[in-house]
């Protein structure tokens, strides 16, 4: 198998800021098993134990936990769902954050068996996370 390392400078991305994005994708399915299991966090049930520092609002803080996932995900969907017009929508998904290579993925999700085309989407892929995420972390400043 030949060794080919995709470019992505002429977009503006860096080598390293690549494997930023593929990591924040690979991480996509932790998200959302960690915001599935704060599905049902409720409320503990105090003794007259001595207890830590550790005093508040657990159910707060997952709740808030659970919406910050979410939003993670979110974001990671909204910008699949934009390229290609969302035809190469689960495509992505397998393959930007659950791992699956060209071959693994189903051929009866693609609108077309067009390798070219689909790492063509795969960058564009790319390119908008990269966007959206700056965007989303210049209204944080």
Known sequence: MRDYRPNYTEYGISVERLKELR???YQY?????????LVGVGAQKYS???????VGDPVGRA???????LNKAATVQRVARTVG???WY????????????WDDIEKALMPTSN??????????????????LDEESQQFD
């Open 23 to 25: 990591a924040y994708c």
């Open 29 to 37: 399915p932790e998200w959302l098993a960690e915001a599935n299991s």
């Open 90 to 101: 689960t495509a992505l998904i397998q393959h930007c954050c659950m791992g699956k290579s």
């Open 63 to 69: 709740v808030e936990r659970r919406a910050v996932l």
């Open 115 to 132: 390798r070219n085309e689909f790492y063509k989407m795969r960058r564009m892929f790319y390119l908008l996370l990269h966007v959206t």
């Open 85 to 87: 017009e969302g035809r």
């Open 48 to 54: 007259d134990m001595p207890h830590g520092t550790d």
